[in-house]
């Protein structure tokens, strides 16, 4: 029965979990405001809200799974890929508690997280199944041949699709993060009302900073001849991206899972939170006799659940890491 804490704090959430023989007890996430006024997330502001944070995330995620520290078998870090300031606030936290109760540290590729964050709970995909991973600075088909055993077979070659949804947002004058606030006024708008084109991009690789520039010509040339076009066509604009990118993603996802066939399908990362998207995925499914496998909301942007399962896992293989280990702002699947 081993009770891991875990830590995230990859980019500008700050979290913590506790993990009992792989059944999440808790997973508090502190979000940081900060960043709306700029725009983004500026590293070195996100790095001084974590280190404020970190310490209040742990024990809350503590008391609310009713776990004693002292009853900790071994923490887990996300070590990369991230911002590297945040990466040292949670990693230097980890090393740290480790150090004063003598526990073995696990280090946690977030990526890969994202993905073994469908392990927690009961309906759990079958190995090997195809994970379409979508975040603010990733876009992966990942084919998952065990729990440590993932190949990615396609991946943006330049703007990750969150990233795309976020620019959108900004050229239509919305805070950041846009993702959510595009997918919020797509419900009431209409997806066919424009048309972006969709990349041909060999392959499984994607393609965002085409149908991004296509978007803010777009924009641009609507508002040149309307100031007001945005204010008066929002819903219709969020709902025509918002397909857009989603189409953009499933028919890659499709065509994998058909050339490799594969029936189990899971969608992971922030953007897999998006309305869309998660509709999209389960037509199709349901149209090709696939099984779907969508994280729960809380599970789909950063997290520290998704570290609690992913060093759950590490804890049975006995792969630990030691004191000398450092944050990578890169890390490529180990
Ligand atoms: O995985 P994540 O929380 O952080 C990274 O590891 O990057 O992903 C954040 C991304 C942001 O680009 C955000 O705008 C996007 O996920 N996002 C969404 C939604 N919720 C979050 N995009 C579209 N629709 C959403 N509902
Ligand atoms: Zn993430």
Redesign the pocket.
Known sequence: MPVILAIES??D?TSASVCVDGEILSNVIANQTIHEAYGGVVPELASRVHQQNIVPAVQQALLNAKVNKNDIDAVAFTRGP?LLGSLLVGVSFAKAFALAKNLPLIDIN?MQA?ILAHFIGDHKPTFPFLCLT?????TQIVLVKDHFDMEIIGQTLDD?A??A??KTSKILGLPY????L??KHARSGNPDAYKFPEPQIPGYNFSFSGVKTAILYFIRDNVAKNPNFIQENLADICASV?KRIATILLNKLKRAAEEYGIKDIALA???S???G?REGLTNLCADKGWNCFIPKFEY???NAAMIAIAGHYKYLKGEFVGQEVAPLARMPFG
């Open positions: 990859s980019c959430e991230g977030h994202h979508v975040s603010g600075g990733h990750a969150g990233e949804m976020d993060p846009g993702g959510p595009i997918d918002e990362g922030g953007v939170a998006n309305t998207l789909c942007t950063d």
